[in-house]
């Protein structure tokens, strides 16, 4: 392997002049979970990694506001601290339940959720649920600071939005009142597997009534993608039968889904249709 530096600036000021807007080769890293397999692979080489260890400030902690209604979670946040986090438990239990599916011990130690949205893969756990919960992310750089929708993040495969200069400072996740989450992870060999398909539910529901829905496709597509014509469907209707056979008609025809190793199309449109209407019966009955 060519050697490279590894910097650990402790301001932002510093890490911007470090990073490189037109150099690929050079790029944060966080938990270096990720950037690790891709070296090993030899399908990137890196000339210098700048490790974002030793920015605090927005980079680290959850804190949840004094009103109870959003937590900040800073980019450094590893999972493991997410997934042991109390308050995390308490109000958005989906985060800690999603996690037990989420690779091993050794990497939730290390891998951070900055790292995690960025690397854009499809068939990660996380963005897509922090897509149906509402989250935001604030991104900084030489150029200042803006705050997105996470789906904005993604473009597609393995592709973001963020400049080679920027960095996913922290994320901001609403506490939204009523609502319940869930992730359903579908691996197709072993548990352990890549997902075929992901699929995030977030509903608000009154009884056996959906009063909202946001409903969130990962794996089988590009980049996480909102199903929105379900969502639309499932939108006022009295959870039965009917109306769950044509929301997951409606779920499955909507995406681009292509086949491989882990199934065929129209395996995988199968499974979103079944997996979806038994989620939110499974949801209904909580
Ligand atoms: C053995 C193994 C099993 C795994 N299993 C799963 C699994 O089951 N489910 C799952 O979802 N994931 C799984 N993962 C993937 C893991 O979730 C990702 O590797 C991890 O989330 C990346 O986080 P990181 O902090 O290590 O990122 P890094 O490797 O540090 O970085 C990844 C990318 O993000 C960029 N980056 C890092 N931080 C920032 C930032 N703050 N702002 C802008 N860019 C940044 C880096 O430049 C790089 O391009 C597994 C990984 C391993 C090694």
New binding site residues.
């Given amino acids: 392997m060519a050697s490279f530096d590894v910097l650990e600036p402790s301001s932002l000021d510093e890490a911007f002049s470090l990073l490189d807007p037109e150099d690929p080769a050079v790029?944060?890293?966080?938990?270096?979970?990720?950037?690790m397999?891709m070296m090993k692979a030899q399908v990137y080489r890196p000339r210098r990694l700048v490790s974002?260890r030793r920015l605090d400030g927005m980079f680290s902690g959850i804190d949840l506001a004094a009103d109870g209604r959003a937590f900040r979670i800073g980019?450094m946040t590893t999972f493991a601290a997410l997934e042991h986090s109390r308050e995390i438990a308490a109000k958005l239990p989906v985060i800690p339940r999603t996690m037990k599916t989420?690779?091993?011990v050794r990497?939730r130690n290390?891998?951070?959720v900055?790292?995690?949205l960025?690397?854009a893969d499809p068939h990660?756990?996380?963005p897509p649920v922090w897509l149906a919960l509402d989250a935001k992310a604030k991104i900084v750089g030489p150029r200042g600071e803006r705050v997105i929708p996470v789906a904005d993040i993604f473009v597609g495969y393995y592709e973001t939005t963020?400049a080679n200069d920027e960095?996913?400072a922290e994320i901001e996740v609403p506490v939204r009142a009523g609502w319940r989450s869930h992730y359903v992870k579908v691996t197709t060999r072993a548990a352990h597997d890549w997902p075929a398909l992901g699929l995030t539910l977030s509903l608000l529901l009154d009884g056996r009534t959906i009063k909202d829905a946001r409903l969130v496709l990962s794996a089988a597509v590009d980049c996480p993608l909102r199903l929105t014509d379900a969502e639309a469907m499932l939108k006022g209707g009295e959870i039965g039968p009917d109306l769950l056979k044509r929301a997951g008609e409606a779920a499955a025809v909507q995406p681009d889904i292509e086949s491989d190793s882990r199934g065929s199309e129209d395996y995988k449109r199968h499974l979103l249709k079944v997996h979806l209407g038994r989620a939110i019966e499974a949801m209904a009955a909580e």
């Fill in positions: 790029r944060p890293i966080g938990g270096g979970t990720a950037l397999l974002l980019a989420l690779a091993n990497v290390v891998a951070t900055g790292g995690n960025a690397h990660l756990d996380l963020i960095l996913i």
